[in-house]
């Protein structure tokens, strides 16, 4: 039997000791911050934990310049502190939730935000809005022995040296713990998947040219800059 093409190697993401850290899946938690979600024009009091996914390969390091994508002049950042998983697991108990932690690392959601919000308005799923190449910038991850378990401190955003985004990590509605186990229970968690936590307010677009930076108390920044349309 024949295989008809090569496979694409695996998206490997760079950890702070020097290894690397094959991705798997990213499992995106929405609207976890409370003032992230009136200014989403939704009730934070109301609603449970909810996720979208995105494929592995919408990962790019830290330094990159990612391509300003097409079908949107809304291309939103949100800053958002992302979890990697080492251990395999499903019905997590919120309270052993932290041992299938590797590490943690600063992160980009980027989001096509006028697509997204057409979507949401027709009952649509969001993937054109979210599931977009390069739309998830990730720092350096950083293993639980070096920093042990954030649950507090400064995420914070800058676009060309402006803050946009500042908040604390103690505002996250469901915790690095509740993340896990909720959505432990619609899959079975791998190594190598990570979980993108959510933003805090301030979100807003960007254009060609700008330089986004993510910092996370304790984290190595993730910077980015967005580029020009991508003509392949």
């Known amino acids: 039997m024949t295989q008809l093409f090569e496979a694409p190697a695996p998206v490997l993401a760079a950890t702070s000791d020097g290894n690397q850290f094959p991705v798997r899946r990213i499992f995106c938690i929405g609207r976890n911050y409370a003032a992230h979600a009136r200014e989403m024009g939704r009730d934070p009091d109301r609603e449970a934990p909810f996720f979208f996914t995105k494929w592995a390969e919408t990962v790019v390091p830290s330094g990159a310049t990612i391509a300003y994508p097409g079908e949107t002049a809304n291309f939103h950042y949100e800053a958002e502190l992302v979890v990697a998983?080492?251990?395999?697991?499903?019905?997590?108990?919120?309270?052993d939730a932290?041992?299938?932690?590797?590490?943690?690392?600063?992160?980009?959601?980027?989001?096509?935000?006028d697509l997204q919000l057409e979507?949401?308005?027709?009952?649509?799923?969001?993937?054109?809005?979210?599931?977009?190449?390069?739309?998830s910038p990730l720092g350096l991850i950083h293993p639980v022995a070096e920093v042990g378990h954030p649950d507090s401190g400064s995420i914070r955003l800058t676009v060309n040296g402006a803050v946009k985004q500042d908040a604390d990590l103690n505002e996250l509605i469901w915790d690095v713990q509740d993340v896990i186990a909720y959505v432990s229970r619609f899959y079975r968690l791998e190594p190598g998947d990570l979980i993108y936590t959510g933003t805090p307010a301030?979100?807003?677009?960007?254009?060609?040219?700008d330089a986004i930076v993510v910092s996370i108390a304790g984290l190595s920044d993730c910077a980015v800059t967005v580029g020009a349309?991508?003509?392949?």
């Open 202 to 209: 301030g979100v807003g677009a960007v254009v060609q040219g």
């Open 229 to 232: 349309p991508a003509n392949d």
């Open 85 to 95: 998983i080492d251990k395999p697991g499903r019905n997590i108990a919120a309270a």
């Open 98 to 113: 932290l041992g299938h932690v590797y590490g943690y690392a600063t992160g980009l959601d980027m989001t096509r935000r």
């Open 119 to 135: 979507a949401r308005e027709k009952g649509r799923p969001w993937d054109t809005g979210k599931n977009v190449e390069q739309s």
